[in-house]
Each structure stands twice: as structure tokens, then as C-alpha cells.
């Protein structure tokens, strides 16, 4: 069993499954570059995904990913001990208080939108405790 810190990849898959594995990672990344450039979308889920998947089936590719200015540093935080900014914490937050707005002007019936604000209200909660990454110290 692994352990948060732990690096030690999963073995690539073969034969089709590593083809749906690469498949699925190019998706997530697909979907991801959307998230960058449509307000609500989610960005920071696909990038994770994609670097599950990666790691299943191409190594160079999780690398790439792990290097990436943009994707590069929240991946490498959730790989470090499922770690997210603040930053991250608040562009989730306010994306889905945007969304759950739209949800009580657009979904009827009223149970229905609870419903979906409280997923929300929990996935909310699940990460507004994850762990935040370690400021970095100034050198001197």
C-alpha cells in the first residue's frame, strides 16, 4: 500500500487497457485546457486525472504533465501528500457558489437543487481540508 509522499508509479498497463488509459488521459487534459478557458469549468480534477491515467500508461506523458508551467504545480502538490493551495481553495469556492446560484434560478424541482448545492457543500468541505502545501522559505 502506498503512502502519500510515496513516488513509487504504478506499473504502466498493456495491451488495450493501456489504450484506454492513454485515452482517458488525453480526455482529462482536453477537458482541463477548457477549464483554463471557461469560468466554472473545473480544471485542477481534470489535471489530476489525466496524471492518474498517465501513469498507467505512459510515463512521458505524467512526466510532461508534472513539468507543465500551468498543470505542473498543483499536480505535483496532490501528488505530494493530496496538497492544494489556498489559492485553489477559493477559485473552487467561488466557481461553485457561481454555480449553485444558477442551480437555485434554473433547477426545479427545490429538493433537486439541495441535492446538487449539498454535493457541492460536501466537496466543499472535503477540500477546504485537505492540506495546503508548505510556504517555501526565502534563502538567507
Not at 68 to 95: C, V, Y
Amino acid at each position: 500500500m502506498s503512502t502519500p509522499g510515496d513516488r513509487t508509479p504504478p506499473p504502466v498497463a498493456s495491451g488495450p487497457l493501456r489504450w484506454l488509459y492513454g485515452a482517458l488521459a488525453v480526455l482529462c487534459i482536453v477537458l482541463a485546457v477548457i477549464g483554463v478557458i471557461l469560468p466554472g469549468m473545473p480544471t485542477t480534477v481534470f489535471v489530476i486525472g489525466a496524471a492518474w491515467a498517465a501513469t498507467r500508461s505512459s510515463p512521458r506523458l505524467h512526466a510532461w504533465l508534472l513539468a507543465h508551467r500551468i498543470f505542473g504545480p498543483s499536480l505535483r502538490n496532490w501528488e505530494d501528500g493530496g496538497r492544494m493551495t489556498r489559492r485553489a481553495k477559493w477559485a473552487a469556492t467561488i466557481a461553485m457558489s457561481g454555480g449553485a446560484a444558477v442551480i437555485c434560478w434554473t433547477i426545479r424541482p427545490v429538493w433537486a437543487a439541495a441535492a446538487l448545492i449539498a454535493v457541492m457543500a460536501c466537496v466543499l468541505a472535503w477540500l477546504w481540508h485537505r492540506p495546503e502545501p508548505e510556504a517555501a522559505t526565502p534563502p538567507g
